[in-house]
């Protein structure tokens, strides 16, 4: 079987695309009216609409809470469980897909970012070879899981192809890029174990 063309195929496949690419672009656009609908009821004692969009907007929203405001990529990709809280000024960066399991508290300014590129220059900014100018920039995309009954303290940043296993608490601050086990407590940049929970 070959390999898709189409960037939006080739970032849901988790292989290398092209940006800019005007089909992503204007998905992006859709989906960031969409955050924006969501972000115009912060402040409202009635959270039925917030709920009514976010369950319009996201892949899946359960019996969970999200308080804005909040930023999403296309959301489409985003599954949250049950009994979440979802807290202020959170982004989610969702080309690959982010799923939250249920009883999950994310703190505020957490930044979910399933988006990449490659760490060498010249595979992340591809010029013409004759004329030297821009052509595209090379994205990468893996998917984010975060189990049930996690914590992620505020200000926390998880990246692309990590899994943070059920009942592990991530200390505010720390920059998450490799998996974590069940029931632990890290923190730190890169976030490391610091023990276990009991």
């Given at each position: 079987?070959?390999?898709?063309?189409?960037?939006?195929?080739?970032?849901?496949?988790?292989?290398?695309?092209?940006?800019?690419?005007?089909?992503?672009?204007?998905?992006?656009?859709?989906?960031?009216?969409?955050?924006?609908?969501?972000?115009?009821?912060?402040?409202?004692?009635?959270?039925?609409?917030?709920?009514?969009?976010?369950?319009?907007?996201?892949g899946a929203f359960g019996e969970s809470y999200l308080n804005p405001p909040v930023r999403w990529e296309f959301?489409?990709?985003?599954?949250?469980?049950?009994?979440?809280?979802?807290?202020?000024?959170?982004?989610?960066?969702?080309?690959?897909?982010?799923?939250?399991?249920?009883?999950?508290?994310?703190?505020?300014?957490?930044?979910?970012?399933?988006?990449?590129?490659?760490?060498?220059?010249?595979?992340?900014?591809?010029?013409?070879?004759?004329?030297?100018?821009?052509?595209?920039?090379?994205?990468?995309?893996?998917?984010?899981?975060?189990?049930?009954?996690?914590?992620?303290?505020?200000?926390?940043?998880?990246?692309?192809?990590?899994?943070?296993?059920?009942?592990?608490?991530?200390?505010?601050?720390?920059?998450?890029?490799?998996?974590?086990?069940?029931?632990?407590?890290?923190?730190?940049?890169?976030?490391?174990?610091?023990?276990?929970?009991?």
């Open positions: 079987m070959s390999e898709p063309t189409r960037a939006f195929d080739r970032m849901r496949a988790g292989l290398p695309w092209a940006a800019p690419d005007p089909e992503i672009m204007a998905l992006q656009a859709e989906a960031t009216k969409a955050y924006c609908a969501v972000n115009a009821t912060e402040g409202d004692s009635d959270p039925t609409e917030r709920l009514k969009l976010l369950r319009g907007a996201l959301g489409r990709h985003i599954f949250i469980g049950d009994t979440c809280l979802i807290n202020s000024d959170c982004t989610f960066l969702d080309g690959a897909d982010i799923r939250i399991g249920d009883y999950t508290l994310i703190a505020p300014g957490c930044i979910l970012t399933t988006a990449s590129h490659p760490v060498i220059p010249e595979e992340r900014i591809i010029l013409d070879a004759e004329t030297g100018a821009f052509r595209h920039a090379q994205c990468l995309n893996a998917p984010i899981t975060i189990g049930s009954k996690c914590w992620l303290g505020a200000g926390t940043t998880v990246i692309g192809g990590v899994t943070i296993g059920d009942g592990t608490t991530v200390g505010a601050g720390s920059v998450v890029t490799r998996d974590l086990p069940p029931r632990v407590l890290a923190a730190g940049s890169p976030a490391c174990v610091i023990r276990p929970l009991s």
